[in-house]
């Protein structure tokens, strides 16, 4: 058996393993990245100058940074040091819940559309209409209201006017998959540009706020933003917003996996051939994909304005494209974005509580982080990369015969003969005339 | 004399499936061998275990009667085989030179740079030794197919190739350049080299072809010689005859049309003219059978006719309404039913389980949910209903397609399609890869769906099962009906010429000559479209 062979077999098992097995996995991918992690930290201690009563001593050796307490900050740390006794829920906490929740939009905006089959890359670009649409909209709505009445009006207002322009802004790169063939992966790049460099040139002119140097616009009443409840509200956190993010998530899981909308999206998503046979609309679903998908992204940019900044700056962070990310770390699933989410918001708040506590350098900490969320994707990754494959082994069985070898020809379907589907009957059907007494 | 290549009991078994089951082949030095068989016969598995891509379970590989074992093409192509794919391996930009030499171009200055000069000459040189009219300084992407073609197979005499594997060489080519094919195959012979060509068309083997040997379900049925075949010999060989089922049907007790097709014209993917202005219309309570050897058609007429294809002319009407243009979903809205040819790629979704896939096509259906909810309860009842009823193994609603073996999933899509109480059933294939004990119960209950009434459109390669349940019968050949007749008063004699392409009256012997009307280039049909009435 050639390595290939070998490597082949890995990926098929990979894409066949069981909920349980893919959360294993995860966990020991997670402990895997801490200690590669913490070998790191020890080399790169070694090979700094420290004094002697700074430095740690494992294994009768002497480190200038410690492993133990990178890793406790950057976890124990983003949480606030919950086993500490001085935990509050104003302080780290609520910074990684905010990130927590800005990244469960974009997430979910991001696994939405993996599941209907289409690569959305322009999260960022929905999120930075949909900011700048909630900005302007609400902004322009608060002056007809005002007191606690108007929270409670604005705020879903602003979610709304988000949700609808991104949804809108996600319908573009949708209707061009749908109608023009355009690849959406380039479409979505560039209008991802496009917004960014229309927002620039509307909030440095047109719409800028006149009693600000920067390029934003004017800021949003304080009753017109999400409320803090509970959290204090210096870390600009509202679990008004995470809850929404919340429902967000149980939405999505509902409609993906219990409505007749969800069943087109995941069959297209799982096999185009067989949903344009099962009588879904593709064109149609594709731009309702996406323009959902662009929503939830819109919704991330509301949720920036209406609970992070209090108005449109440009140069929002790249939440978008780490929605990327936590969604493959979350297998595409809405109830694993949940999960991933928090991961990757601990990591980042974590990494400046690290930065504070010790004189590990922020390079370091930011390969850490990578280490860790490139070997929990890692599986994911290759599991959807086994499920995307021609010709799976174990499952799709004889389509292994079908491909011919992938070398042979680009299309099994065009060149007619493939062993594959036809192979198993050829198989079934000797049996059949063994049975009768052999064939002609 | 030693043959060229001499496959000896050649096995490939793929996880639950036997591609090739013991095969020999023999092809003597010099002659052009057509492998000939259905689509999934096992004959482009059986050349990629000749040509190293696959190692086969068992068997030997002899190259000039020597034992040989390769482990990737790069052993073949240095044992001298070349394989011409059915796609072109080509660089397109690149000129015909440089995708010839491409990876053993001629050095020069050490090796440091190609020598572009030696490279064209040889070139030059080796087409005029075959009488190939290629020009070596145009670029590929400015060539016609059949000039790709010629560089493909020059590509493989560069790398000194003694034997060449053409897989379905014919399928891209106008009828013109077929011709040509032929003549470049006749000088390559006559200049020692050998062919082997892969083949589903017998009028093309038998033409091009010294000697024929037939693949059906992965296993030898025969070599015959070319010159001394018959059309209907070969087609039965293809074909194949299986034990008559016995199947138990009174007179038919037809009612209104439910389908119409008439003058229908439909390109397949490649924009060649598949289905050629067929009309046919089946009434209630009638199976219309569909007999022909695959890819003559059928397919692409099925597909027009359930929605999934848009036919290039002519019409369908559907309980009395005209559904040329409607989409899929208001086919199976207005109750048309259909088991698909690819029960893989069409007929259900491999990542679900049973319970998702019993809904596909339904999942609008107000029995299965309300509102854009889908009752999954009501859902797992039915697809479990399937399964016992269908005798799907395992019996486990949960069980992701994918597991489930050929037959199983064949009869899980069978009962979903029958189970949705249609007006038209649509039946491609139905049977293949089923147990003979599944194979009477799907038999009975199509049957049953005609006593009630419901109007049966049967597409089968196999002859009994066509000819066994059919009320009419059509004999497709070429994109067109060659006749249709009543299959109680014909026999599989008749079929078996109906099916070569004889056509009714026709006293034989139409050779070749037909066989390239369904090749025809879609342009050429462009200009046959204008004057269509």
New interface residues.
């Given amino acids: 058996m050639s390595a290939a062979d070998r490597a082949r077999d890995a990926l098929d098992r990979l894409a066949e393993a069981s909920a349980t097995e893919r959360v294993l996995i995860s966990s020991a991918a997670l402990v895997l990245s801490v200690l590669v992690g913490a070998a790191l930290v020890l080399v790169a201690g070694r090979m700094t100058a420290c004094t002697a009563d700074e430095a740690v001593y494992y294994f009768g050796t002497g480190f200038c940074y410690d492993p133990v307490v990178v890793f406790d900050r950057l976890f124990f740390g983003a949480l606030g040091d919950p086993l500490g006794g001085e935990w509050s829920p104003n302080g780290q906490f609520a910074v990684t819940l905010r990130e927590t929740t800005l990244l469960l939009f974009t997430g979910l905006s991001v696994a939405l559309a993996f599941r209907a089959g289409i690569f959305n890359i322009g999260t960022q670009g929905q999120m930075v209409a949909g900011a700048l649409a909630t900005a302007l909209g609400v902004g322009w709505a608060s002056a007809f209201v005002s007191g606690a009445l108007a929270t409670v009006a604005l705020v879903p207002f602003g979610v709304l006017v988000g949700a609808t322009v991104g949804g809108l802004y996600g319908a573009v790169p949708g209707a061009l998959k749908a109608y023009a063939d355009a690849n959406e992966v380039i479409t979505t790049i560039m209008l991802n540009f496009i917004a960014t460099g229309v927002a620039l040139y509307l909030v440095s002119g047109v719409f800028k706020d006149p009693n600000s140097a920067a390029n934003q616009t004017v800021p949003l009443p304080e009753f017109a933003r999400f409320p803090s409840l509970l959290f204090g509200g210096q870390q600009d956190f509202s679990l008004v917003a995470l809850l929404f993010g919340l429902v967000a998530v149980a939405g999505l899981y509902y409609v993906l996996e219990?409505?007749?909308?969800g069943?087109?999206v995941?069959?297209t998503g799982?096999?185009p051939?067989?949903?344009?046979?099962?009588?879904?609309?593709a064109e149609r679903t594709v731009v309702a994909s996406f323009a959902l998908s662009g929503a939830l992204g819109g919704v991330a940019g509301a949720m920036y304005v209406m609970m992070v900044l209090g108005t449109f700056q440009t140069g929002i962070p790249s939440y978008g494209f780490d929605g990327i990310t936590v969604s493959i770390l979350a297998g595409n699933n809405p109830l694993g974005v949940g999960v991933a989410a928090l991961l990757f918001g601990v990591l980042k708040s974590g990494t400046t509580v690290v930065q504070f506590a010790t004189d590990v350098p922020p390079q370091l900490v930011g390969v850490l982080r990578g280490l860790i969320i490139l070997f929990v994707a890692m599986p994911e990754f290759f599991r959807l990369l086994a499920?995307g494959l021609p010709g799976r082994?174990?499952?799709?069985?004889?389509?292994?015969?079908a491909t011919?070898?992938g070398?042979?020809?680009?299309?099994g379907?065009?060149?007619?003969?493939?062993?594959?589907?036809?192979?198993?009957?050829?198989?079934?059907?000797?049996?059949?005339?063994r049975?009768?007494?052999g064939?002609? | 004399m030693v043959s060229a290549v001499h496959l000896d009991g050649i096995t490939?078994r793929?996880?639950?499936?036997?591609?090739n089951?013991d095969v020999d082949l023999e092809v003597e030095r010099g002659t052009v061998h057509a492998l000939l068989g259905e689509?999934?016969?096992?004959?482009?598995?059986l050349m990629?275990v000749l040509?190293g891509?696959?190692e086969p379970t068992s068997g030997t590989v002899r190259i000039d009667g020597e034992s040989r074992a390769f482990d990737s093409?790069r052993d073949a192509i240095d044992a001298g085989i070349g394989?011409i794919?059915?796609?072109f391996m080509l660089v397109d930009p690149m000129t015909v030179t440089e995708n010839v030499t491409l990876g053993s171009e001629p050095r020069k200055w050490g090796g440091l740079a190609v020598d572009r000069a030696a490279a064209r000459e040889a070139v030059v040189d080796l087409a005029a030794r075959y009488g190939f009219d290629v020009d070596p300084d145009a670029r590929i992407e400015d060539v016609s197919v059949g000039e790709q073609q010629r560089v493909e197979i020059l590509k493989a005499l560069y790398r000194g190739a003694d034997t060449l594997i053409l897989?379905?060489p014919t399928?891209v080519l106008t009828p013109r350049e077929v011709t040509e094919l032929f003549t470049v195959l006749s000088e390559l012979t006559a200049q020692g080299k050998t062919v082997i060509f892969?083949t589903?068309k017998l009028g093309e083997a038998m033409q091009a072809a010294d000697e024929i040997t037939v693949l059906r379900?992965?296993?030898k049925v025969g070599t015959v010689d070319a010159a001394a075949t018959a059309r209907e010999e070969l087609a039965e060989l293809m074909v194949?005859?299986?034990?008559l089922l016995d199947v138990d049907r009174e007179p038919a007790e037809t009612g209104d049309v439910v389908a119409a097709v008439s003058d229908i014209v439909v390109d397949d993917?490649?924009g060649v003219r598949a289905v050629d202005g067929v009309s046919f219309a089946v009434r209630a309570g009638e199976v219309f059978g569909i007999a022909g050897v695959?890819?003559n058609g059928q397919t692409e007429l099925v597909e027009a006719l359930t929605g999934?294809r848009v036919p290039d002319g002519g019409s369908v009407r559907f309980r009395g309404e005209d559904v040329t243009d409607a989409?899929?979903?208001e086919?199976?809205?207005a109750g048309m039913a259909?088991v698909?040819e690819?029960?893989?790629?069409?007929?259900?979704?491999?990542?679900?389980d049973l319970v998702?896939n019993g809904?596909?096509?339904s999942?609008?259906d107000p029995e299965f949910?309300s509102n854009?909810?889908?009752d999954?309860p009501a859902t797992r009842d039915h697809a479990e209903a399937i399964i016992e009823e269908y005798d799907v193994r395992p019996p486990d609603a949960d069980a992701?397609a994918?597991?489930l073996?050929?037959?199983n999933q064949q009869k899980f899509i069978v009962g979903r399609e029958l189970e949705r109480d249609p007006a038209l059933v649509v039946a491609s294939h139905p049977t293949?890869?089923?147990?003979?004990g599944s194979?009477e119960f799907i038999h009975e209950r199509l049957l049953e769906l005609r006593r009630r009434g419901v109007a049966v459109v049967l597409v089968s390669s196999k002859l009994e099962e066509v000819q066994g349940l059919s009320d009419r019968l059509a004999v497709a050949y070429e994109g067109e009906f060659v006749d249709v007749v009543d299959p109680g008063e014909t026999t599989e004699e008749r079929l078996g010429l109906l099916m070569a392409g004889e056509r009714p009256g026709d006293g034989g012997g139409e050779g070749g000559s037909d066989r390239t009307d369904r090749d025809t280039p879609a342009g050429a049909l462009d200009d046959a479209d204008g004057e269509r009435p």
Avoid: C
């Fill in positions: 219990h409505t007749a909308f069943y087109d995941r069959t799982a096999q051939e067989a949903a344009e046979y099962g009588g879904v609309d499920r082994r174990s499952g799709r069985g004889p389509e292994a015969a011919d070898g070398v042979a020809v680009g299309d379907t065009a060149s007619g003969e493939t062993a594959g589907s036809d192979g198993a009957e050829a198989a079934d059907e000797r049996g059949r005339e049975r009768d007494g064939g002609r | 490939k793929f996880p639950g499936v036997v591609a089951d689509n999934g016969a096992g004959k482009t598995t990629n040509y891509l696959y093409p394989m794919h059915q796609h897989d379905e399928a892969i589903h379900d992965g296993r194949g005859r299986e034990v993917d490649r695959d890819g999934l989409s899929r979903r086919r199976i809205d259909y698909p690819d029960r893989q790629e069409r007929g259900l979704v491999l990542g679900f998702e809904l596909l096509g999942q609008r949910g854009g909810r889908i999954w992701g994918a597991s073996s050929g037959g293949r890869g089923v147990d003979v194979i």
